[in-house]
């Protein structure tokens, strides 16, 4: 009777680290795909968007839809530094001429 138990005691922990484990992969993957929305905003009012941000943050919005949240937080992740290098490659060249932008 011990031995059974223990057993349950044991799978109860398992199956309550799993569930914190889970909500706290989704709120992060939440987080970073609110992030790297705002951060492309930014970019896109600077007029120096990176084409593959929004194809990124759509898979991420996708993955984490499907409840895939280690995907979703690669995505989300990748599309947030990728955000944040256009706007960092605006400041470099800002005072540059762009023919483009006339």
Known sequence: ????????????QFLSVDLTLSN???????ALIKEAK????????????????RKLIKKASKAHADKNYEKSINFAEQAL???????EQHKKQKNNYRFLDD
Not at 38 to 53: H, P, Q
Request: net charge positive.
């Open 81 to 87: 530094n990728q955000a944040k290098m256009s706007i």
């Open 24 to 30: 706290t992969l989704e709120d992060k993957s939440s």
């Open 38 to 53: 705002s951060t492309n905003k930014i970019a896109i009012k600077l007029k120096n968007e990176w084409r593959d941000v």
């Open 1 to 12: 009777m011990k031995i059974i138990s223990y057993f349950l005691i044991i799978i109860v």
